[in-house]
């Protein structure tokens, strides 16, 4: 092959490589040591709103200054170690979407000489704003999911679900520290009676606003739950004597759900029946002391008392009267 024939043929290979690199669809550039460009795709000149013969031969803080500011730091790391950066993500306006943050992911390849040093830098850049809507959309639904999975959508309160999860949690914590748990659970009185009469619209309403009073009862560290139906729970922190913190959340309770509820134009009077078992006197795993407390709010439904431990006779204590103002 003649030296003139092969001269054509490496120059139609050079053409070809520059029409492919000039249209694919994804930036590619070359920095020199001075970060000057060298060479700037068509793509990539699109997606920053520049013009590739406007940019070349101009360093990259003169065409986009803004970009310069998060890309320059990692060129001159590429030509300081001569190591490579791959797949960093960076978020940056450019000139073709002012205001509009884009999401890109960069990568950058040393270019150097036969004796080993860098002479330039290649930078293959990848927009993946797309990408990342889909990505944010996608972990936005699965929060979403997960709050319906764990919270009570009427009250906002957590649901039975998130309630056991909670309750072992705190056991383990409690059980560790040799601390006690309370577990507070609660029947609305005379709930079924507003249901009947003002139907489910007053009764949801009725449960609404028992939520918000829990919420105004008790501290914010206190947790709430709605396990189901007009049944609720509360879940104090691990203490050492959790005697006292129940006595004084049952008290609380009692007082703010005493004032009557306005439902649909009527004064509503609701009240509470509160049982207690406390970890680890009354059980030590959550389904016992669920059971434990849930008889003794049924003790409670029949002495109008805030009752411990009901299943228990031989811990069965009176906590304190509702409505009581000692």
């Not at 979403?144 to 999860?165: S, V």
Request: contains cysteine.
């Amino acid at each position: 092959m003649s030296d003139k024939v092969e001269e054509k043929a490496l120059s139609e290979q050079s053409d070809e490589i520059e029409r492919l690199f000039a249209f694919a669809p994804v930036g590619l550039c070359y920095y020199d040591t001075d970060l000057r460009y060298r060479y700037l795709n068509k793509w990539l000149a699109r997606i920053n709103g520049v013009q590739v013969e406007a940019c070349l031969g101009k360093t990259l803080e003169e065409v986009l200054p803004v970009l310069a500011a998060i890309v320059a730091p990692r060129l001159r790391r590429v030509i300081e170690t001569g190591e490579a950066i791959i797949d960093v993500e960076i978020i940056a306006e450019t000139l073709a979407h002012p205001g509009e943050p884009r999401h890109f992911r960069n990568s950058y390849y040393p270019d150097k000489s036969k004796d080993g040093t860098v002479i330039g830098v290649c930078c293959v850049v990848q927009d993946v704003t797309a990408q990342k809507v889909v990505e944010l959309e996608l972990v936005k639904r699965s929060k979403q999911l997960e709050h319906l999975a764990l919270y009570d959508a009427l009250t906002g309160l957590g649901n039975r679900n998130l309630f056991l999860k909670q309750l072992q949690h705190l056991i383990a914590i409690a059980g560790r520290k040799k601390e006690e748990v309370a577990l507070l659970a609660m029947d609305l009185d005379g709930f079924k009676e507003v249901n009947d009469r003002l139907g489910h619209a007053g009764g949801d309403a009725v449960l609404r606003e028992f939520g918000v009073r829990l919420g105004q009862a008790l501290r914010q560290a206190d947790q709430k739950y709605r396990i189901g139906g007009d049944e609720f729970a509360v879940l104090l922190e691990p203490r050492c004597d959790s005697h006292d913190g129940a006595l004084v959340a049952a008290d609380k309770i009692a007082r703010h759900l005493a004032a009557p509820m306005e439902i649909k134009g009527y004064d509503c009077v609701i009240g509470v029946s509160i049982g207690v078992a406390i970890f680890p006197k009354h059980g030590e795993d959550p389904d016992t002391l669920l059971r434990k407390a849930d008889a003794a709010m049924y003790e409670a439904k029949k002495t109008h008392q805030v009752v411990a431990g009901a299943s228990d006779l031989d811990a069965t204590t009176i906590l304190k009267r509702l409505h009581s103002d000692t």
